[in-house]
């Protein structure tokens, strides 16, 4: 990888490459996903085939539904385990909440953070209101909006919605 940014390249001659704390903290959580993702691969695929294809009486369809959802449990048992026991259940109820609210976005075909964006951008700054008291405004307009009936839900609150699909997998309790 020889385009793989180096942080010692000034030290032997090399150019360093200017990144934001922001653009690296992007490269570090997103950006490595593709290595990641070949790092897995290396460490449980080839056995994980190995187990299904012994399976002679298993269809194809349901080989590849087996293969998927045994690499995602495999993935999240793996970034639980890393976590400290309190930090690994509240990024679990977050994981639960995102993949609800994306079941929720693909049932109704919308995207909720877009629609929120849109009616937060929809509000402007009142003459003479300091920046603090507008940005408490936007502030409780974002927590607000999660309880409001949404046409795009069908008059369902966002939060409703939400609820609605994790209980249907069992990831509300």
């Known amino acids: 990888m020889a385009d793989e940014f180096n942080p010692n390249a000034a030290l032997f001659g090399g150019e360093e490459q200017d990144q934001s704390e922001e653009e ?28 299904i294809d012994e399976d002679t009486e298993l269809p194809e369809e349901a080989k590849r539904q087996l293969v998927f959802k045994m690499t995602a449990n495999s993935v999240l048992d793996m970034i639980m385990e890393c976590l400290a026991p309190d930090t690994a259940e509240e990024v679990a109820a977050c994981l639960d909440g995102y993949i609800g609210m994306s079941l929720t976005n693909k049932k109704h075909q919308v995207d909720m953070m877009g629609e929120l964006r849109k009616a937060i951008m929809n509000v402007k700054q ?48």
Request: charged share 35%.
């Open 24 to 51: 690296a903290h992007l490269k570090q959580l997103f950006g490595k996903n593709p290595n990641r993702t070949s790092a897995i691969s290396d460490l449980f695929s080839r056995e994980m085939m190995e187990t």
């Open 126 to 173: 009142n003459e003479g209101e300091s920046d603090e008291d507008y940005e408490r405004r936007l502030s409780d307009l974002e927590d607000a909006w999660w309880s409001i009936p949404q046409p795009l839900l069908n008059g369902r609150t966002p939060d409703d919605a939400i609820r609605e699909e994790m209980r249907r997998y069992g990831l509300d309790e």
